[in-house]
């Protein structure tokens, strides 16, 4: 004997016609006997369930009812289909195994002593880890009203007591198939969270990479542009101290004038290339032990022309704020200044700044050509500046900020006289006996 769906059926045992037709729900309910279901439960599924992969996760349906032969009932019905079931005898055996063997669709029974079917629905429904199991009221009740409550707490589906077996595995396997849909989904989409958290971390590897790179591309051209800007100085200042200290006290006015940080940091790289001009002025004059002639300075002042031709149409933001600083250094805010005359706030900012900086480094140092004046004496040449040579707000900061800036001073000299000390023993040590 064989029937829908079915490789064997009662093969080979003793009794074959216990049902004439298994198939016919009035036999299934009436002719019921625990010898009935142990051979039921014995046939073999011909089809594997749609939406599973059965032969590596069966299908797992709990089916919670208090009355001992229902739950045998229902389940002589599923097992033969390949479902694993899980029996519960009341509603809170069903919340507790539900957690020790997590189904995919629980058949629930909704008259029970204790908790009822609707409370077992409810729990489970707002436990985010059950929230998508489809949920199938098993129930004798007619009552619309009923019907409603269990759809209002979450329950997916309605079977009808007693319960006929072709309905029931239709809509057993009707409802697996929404769960399998809805597992993938949720795999597909925690696969994706996954990935994208991966893709995440490659991206922002890769941009700390990069932020490293940039960082020490930049380092390397600001300190090209440093050394550059020394070897300009070296032929009459024969020092770099004067770069160091003059462009930190550049941006210590800068910030102190409330520019932005970034406004800050530029002029305290493009300042050190303010005299970068003085590689095109002839060494006869640049180093000339003696006061220059009046021919001699219309060259000497051309070192602002030169340095704003050699830093002209540069795409980067400090190179031009470079070329500005060296073009402008020397205009004085009457209009008494050099190479175009340029008065008053016509002088851009970062040249009116440096212009302070230039001049108070260069009378606190000693050159060929003159000694070192104290600050005292510098303080009172640049105060005696102010509006004449120099912008009175940035003498005025200047001013207020006084001890701060002839501690950067101090420091700028000190750092250059280690560096000195430190490249003379590296020479020294190099040096053949
Ligand atoms: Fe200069």
């Known amino acids: 004997m064989t029937y829908p769906g079915r490789r064997t059926c009662f093969v080979n045992h003793s009794s074959p016609a216990i049902m004439t037709n298994p198939c ?27 939406g599973y992969h059965s032969e590596v996760k069966m299908p797992r349906v709990m089916v919670v009812d208090d009355e001992k032969l229902n739950l045998k009932l229902i389940a002589a019905m599923l097992k033969p289909q390949g479902y694993e079931v899980i029996l519960a005898n ?56 009923d019907r409603v409550k269990a759809l209002e707490v979450g329950a997916d589906d309605f079977l009808s007591k007693p319960v006929d077996r072709m309905e029931l595995r239709a ?21 994706l969270e996954s990935e994208v958290r991966r893709r995440t971390l490659e991206i922002q590897e890769t941009n700390k990479m990069l932020a490293k790179a940039h960082e020490k591309l930049r380092g390397a051209s600001l300190e090209t542009i440093f050394r550059l800007s020394r070897a300009a100085e070296f032929k009459d200042e024969d020092t770099g101290a004067h770069i160091i200290s003059m462009s930190r006290i550049s941006a210590r006015i800068a910030d102190r004038m409330g520019l932005s940080s ?16 003085k590689i095109g002025i002839p060494d006869r004059i640049l180093l000339k032990n003696g006061p220059l002639t009046e021919e001699e300075w219309a ?20 190179l031009r704020l470079g070329e500005v600083i060296a073009v402008t250094h020397h205009e004085k805010f009457d209009g008494s200044g050099y190479p175009r005359g340029l008065k008053g706030h016509k002088i851009p900012l970062a040249g ?8 108070f480094d ?27 040579h120099f912008d009175p707000d940035v003498v005025d900061v200047f001013l207020a900020d006084l001890p701060e800036l002839q501690r950067i001073w101090n420091a700028s000299q000190a750092e250059h006289q280690s560096e000195i000390s430190i490249s003379l023993k590296s020479q020294s040590a190099v040096k053949p006996e």
């Not at 340095?307 to 980067?316: A, F, H, M, R, V």
């Not at 700044?353 to 001049?359: H, K, N, P, R, Y």
């Open 262 to 277: 970034t406004t800050v940091e530029s002029i305290l790289y493009a300042s050190p290339m303010h005299d970068i001009g």
């Open 171 to 191: 809509r057993v396997r009707s409802l697996l198939k929404v769960k399998a849909y809805n597992d993938h989904m949720i795999n597909y989409r925690h696969e």
């Open 352 to 359: 009116r700044i440096v212009a302070v900086a230039d001049v």
């Open 299 to 318: 060259v000497m002042r051309l070192h602002t022309v030169y340095g704003g031709k050699i830093l002209e149409n540069s795409d980067i933001g400090f």
């Open 24 to 50: 016919r729900r009035d036999e299934a309910l009436a002719g019921i006997t625990d010898l009935n279901i142990n051979l039921m439960t014995a046939t073999v599924p011909e089809t594997k369930i749609d």
């Open 90 to 145: 009341n509603g809170e055996e069903c919340l507790s195994k539900v957690h020790e063997t997590p189904p995919d669709l629980i058949l629930l029974d909704i008259m029970m002593p204790g908790m009822n079917g609707f409370e077992v629905v409810n729990r489970l429904k707002q436990d985010e880890k059950f929230a998508m199991v489809p949920i199938v009221m098993v129930t004798a009740l007619q009552d619309v009203n």
């Open 362 to 388: 260069a009378l606190m140092s000693r050159r060929p050509y003159k000694p070192a004046f104290s600050a005292d004496q510098a303080i009172s040449i640049i105060t005696d500046g102010r509006a004449q």
